[in-house]
């Protein structure tokens, strides 16, 4: 299943290391206005960052989200 996170706060990250536990989960994305702490996220997390939820919706089509605003 392809996993996305709305929004990287503190939380997200722990977000990512469950999703990451979980077997046939791949963290596809993850969105948040701020484009260094976006791309610093993308690259721990082996996934792609967004600035705009509704792009990276309609681009990755993953199967669940997690909101981690």
């Known amino acids: 299943m392809r996993a996305a996170i709305i ?3 503190a939380i997200a990250r722990m ?3 469950a ?5 046939g989960v791949e963290l596809v994305a993850a969105t948040c206005r701020t484009e260094e702490k976006g791309q ?3 690259r721990d997390h082996g996934c792609r960052w967004y600035a705009d939820t509704g792009t990276m919706l309609r681009r990755e089509r993953p199967d669940f989200v ?4």
């Open 40 to 42: 610093t996220f993308a």
């Open 66 to 69: 997690t909101v981690a605003t």
């Open 15 to 17: 977000h990512a290391r």
């Open 19 to 23: 999703l990451a536990d979980l077997d």
């Open 7 to 9: 929004g990287i706060g």
